[in-house]
C-alpha cells in the first residue's frame, strides 16, 4: 500500500519559515518525481516544486523561486521543502505527490498518481 506522509506544516508570520517533509512507503522509491502541491479555496490545484529522486533536477513554480528550496533523502525515502520568506499568499493546504518521472509538465496534477493527506500551511500578516 503506498503511501506519502506529509509533516511540518503550521502558522507562522510573514517572513517566517516551514520545512514540510514527505515520506513516501510501499513501493520502489526510485526514479520518481516527488512534487509539492497546494490548494487555495476555490482553485484548482497549483504545483509549487518537484524534485527527481534519481538525479539533481529541481523545478520550482515562479511564485517560490528564490524562497522555496527543495531537497532529498533517498535513504530515508523523503522529500523536503524549505520554505523561507513566507507570505500571506503562501497560505494553503499543501500536498505532497509522486510519479514516475520528472520533466517540463511536472506542474500537472494529472501526472501523479499517489498523494499524500496534505498539511496546512497559515502566514498571518
Known amino acids: 500500500q503506498v503511501q506519502l506522509t506529509e509533516a511540518g506544516g503550521g502558522s507562522v508570520q510573514t517572513g517566517g519559515s516551514l520545512r514540510l517533509s514527505c515520506a513516501a512507503s510501499g513501493y520502489t522509491y526510485g526514479s520518481d518525481c516527488m512534487a509539492w502541491f497546494r490548494q487555495f479555496p476555490d482553485r484548482a490545484r497549483e504545483g509549487v516544486a518537484a524534485?527527481?529522486?534519481?538525479?539533481?533536477?529541481?523545478y520550482y513554480a515562479d511564485s517560490v523561486k528564490g524562497r522555496f528550496t527543495l531537497s532529498k533523502d533517498n535513504t530515508k525515502n523523503t522529500v523536503y521543502l524549505q520554505m523561507n520568506g513566507l507570505k500571506p499568499e503562501d497560505t494553503a493546504m499543501y500536498f505532497c505527490?509522486?510519479?514516475?518521472?520528472?520533466?517540463?509538465?511536472?506542474?500537472?496534477?494529472?501526472?501523479?498518481?499517489?498523494w499524500g493527506q496534505g498539511t496546512q500551511v497559515t502566514v498571518s500578516s
Open positions: 524534485i527527481y529522486t534519481a538525479g539533481t533536477s529541481t
Open positions: 505527490a509522486a510519479a514516475p518521472g520528472c520533466g517540463s509538465n511536472w506542474y500537472q496534477s494529472a501526472r501523479y498518481s499517489y
